[in-house]
């Protein structure tokens, strides 16, 4: 038994991955990372052929793709937040600086800690998936109560929905959601956050206790 749980921010601090992602305008798929006592190695691939992006340096390049890694010594960044839980980070991925990943909590009550410290350090992120391993013969069903919403958060949670701001890529901004609901960025990322809280919540609340 156990959890998988996908995490999409969009200001992940001073991650290399991410501003390369960003400068470039390339999807960044292949992350791999390692870690020794007093710093963290990284290394990424780069379709085709590009400047070195800033603070790495490129350790394999053709035609094809290129390959870049660089060294962490310093504040732990977003991935390493997550492994100070022992979760072990699985796959990072990158485009247009927002930065998934993809890890394994031990347990439900080690994800809403997770979830709690990086909104507290890193602001807005969402949760893209969250599963549960079961039987593989049988199916795991949450039921979310939407009830705990109120009509505004509905609101503005359907209406980002509808206007492809979950989608990857964005289908909307938030400038433009915010415009659709005649209010101002802040007030709708506000809303989101507090939505999408109440449905973690949920979630949560009802996963199995062996989980």
Do not use: W
């Amino acid at each position: 038994m156990g959890l998988e749980a996908a995490i999409r921010v969009s200001d992940p601090g001073a991650c290399p991955v991410a501003e390369a992602a960003e400068r470039t305008g390339s999807r960044i798929d292949s992350v791999t990372r390692t870690s020794g006592p007093d710093t963290a190695i990284e290394e990424f691939e780069i379709e085709g052929q590009t400047a070195t992006p800033e603070g790495t340096e490129e350790v394999f390049g053709d035609d094809r793709y290129s390959v870049y890694r660089f060294e962490r010594d310093d504040e732990p960044c977003f991935c390493e937040r997550i492994e100070a839980f022992g979760c072990p980070v699985v796959d990072i991925r990158s485009e247009r600086g927002e930065l998934r990943v993809v890890f394994r909590p031990t347990d439900v009550e080690t994800l809403r800690e997770i979830v709690g410290t990086l909104r507290e350090e890193f602001g807005e992120l969402r949760l893209e998936h969250l599963v549960h391993s079961g039987d593989p013969n049988g199916a795991d069903t949450v039921v979310v109560d939407r009830g705990r919403l109120t009509d505004r958060q509905r609101e503005v949670l359907e209406t980002a929905y509808d206007m492809g701001y979950f989608e990857h890529p964005k289908g909307a901004n938030a400038q433009e959601v915010a415009a659709a609901l005649d209010i101002n960025s802040a007030t709708l990322r506000g809303h989101l956050s507090a939505a999408q809280s109440k449905l973690l919540e949920s979630i949560m609340e009802r996963a199995p206790d062996n989980c």
